[in-house]
């Protein structure tokens, strides 16, 4: 089974969608179940077994590294990646982050992005299934139809082989916010 030890934690937006809670707090700071959603990330990744996540600050970011603070001496160890003067969105500040990261497999996982587990945590189960010869990533995607809090169409389809396919065509030179 693959390892990952690192993780990026996007943790840098706005929180637009989730105004008026996060007018005074970062969207990764919004409880749920008694906690910050960031804390559920940040201990399902320990259970996948990250060492390091390296979680980017933009909005209100002292209020996030105050939080981040108090998991001081549990796992994982937190590095936060600055982006308080410019926000970087998911292609940029994943970028700025890669020295950081490290070799090797990482996880890239959004703060305020939790599920209920299976019969085993499905972090574990991607570790499983990541095969770095045919693979230049793996997605975890949830159905639309099971989905709470998101009313867009989705970003890919899945081909019958289990190939995921952007529904979509990216104009010809473009690059996302890959170059941010």
Known sequence: MAKAKTAMVLAAGRGERMRPLTLRMPKPL?????RPLIDHVLDRLAVAGVETAVVNVHYLPDLLEESLARRNGTKPEILVSDERGVLLDTGGGAKRALPMLGAGPFFIHNADT??????????VRMLKLWNPKIMDCLLLLAPLNSSIGYGGKGDFSMAPDGRLKMPFAVPTGSQGDADE
């Open 114 to 123: 939790v599920w209920s587990e299976g019969p085993s945590p499905a972090l």
């Open 30 to 34: 919004v409880p749920l179940a008694g």
